[in-house]
């Protein structure tokens, strides 16, 4: 018969393999996920341009040169999908030791900063195709949309792609540096990257400083 002890190291070990099961499986998911989405964007994008490109331009009195906004939309959506996909398997590889303090403080600030620059991608998707479509249906039978409206959605997609794009770069700015310092940047101290340039820096000042206080003397 097995011990007590036998058991409960038994009961663990299952229980840590459904935990690493479970883990795996939602970084897995995620990672899936944007992937599909990527490809489906892409679809989507090149739809637009064969089909509704033209159409577009008819209904709004706009040179198809005019509209490279939305394309320009379109490839953001399709390249952050693609960055976002990895940090999945980024966060999956690198936090993998939950009972870590310092570990799970680094991944908290991770997942922020991949949070919101999910959450900023989802806005610009959904404008580039659900609402861009919207405006498209509400004024297909007039045949035209009203110049103000167009002009109103043009800023707003304009101004979406912008802030994405800075997201992901800050995101993909931050994976490269790692996270070891991320507590002392978001308490405003300097990061092991910056002291060094804030002393040199700081130094340098303070040499001129009495450089030129010796020449006023």
């Given at each position: 018969a097995k011990k007590t002890g036998e058991y409960d190291g038994e009961t663990r070990r299952r229980e840590n393999a459904k935990h690493s099961l479970e883990r795996y499986m939602h970084y897995f998911e995620r990672w899936d996920a944007h992937n599909k989405a990527r490809e489906k964007a892409r679809k989507d994008a090149a739809q637009f341009e064969q089909e509704s490109l033209d159409k577009?331009?008819?209904?709004?009195?706009?040179?198809?040169?005019?509209?490279?906004?939305?394309?320009?939309?379109?490839?953001?959506?399709?390249?952050?999908?693609?960055?976002?996909?990895?940090?999945?398997?980024?966060?999956?590889?690198?936090?993998?030791?939950?009972?870590?303090?310092?570990?799970?403080?680094?991944?908290?600030?991770?997942?922020?900063?991949?949070?919101?620059?999910?959450?900023?991608?989802?806005?610009?998707?959904?404008?580039?195709?659900?609402?861009?479509?919207?405006?498209?249906?509400?004024?297909?039978?007039?045949?035209?949309?009203?110049?103000?409206?167009?002009?109103?959605?043009?800023?707003?997609?304009i101004g979406l792609t912008d802030v994405t794009h800075g997201s992901f770069d800050k995101l993909v700015a931050q994976l490269e540096r790692g996270f070891e310092d991320m507590h002392k940047r978001y308490a405003g101290q300097p990061a092991a990257d910056e002291a060094g340039s804030s002393a040199a820096a700081a130094a340098n000042g303070a040499g001129g400083s009495r450089a030129a206080a010796a020449a006023a003397g």
């Open positions: 577009l331009s008819d209904m709004t009195k706009t040179p198809t040169s005019q509209l490279k906004f939305i394309k320009d939309a379109w490839r953001q959506v399709i390249e952050c999908r693609r960055i976002l996909k990895w940090t999945y398997a980024y966060g999956y590889y690198s936090f993998a030791d939950e009972e870590d303090a310092a570990m799970s403080q680094r991944r908290q600030f991770f997942e922020f900063l991949q949070g919101d620059a999910e959450r900023i991608l989802e806005q610009l998707h959904e404008w580039a195709e659900i609402r861009l479509r919207q405006l498209r249906d509400e004024f297909q039978e007039a045949g035209l949309i009203p110049l103000e409206r167009f002009q109103d959605f043009r800023k707003h997609l």
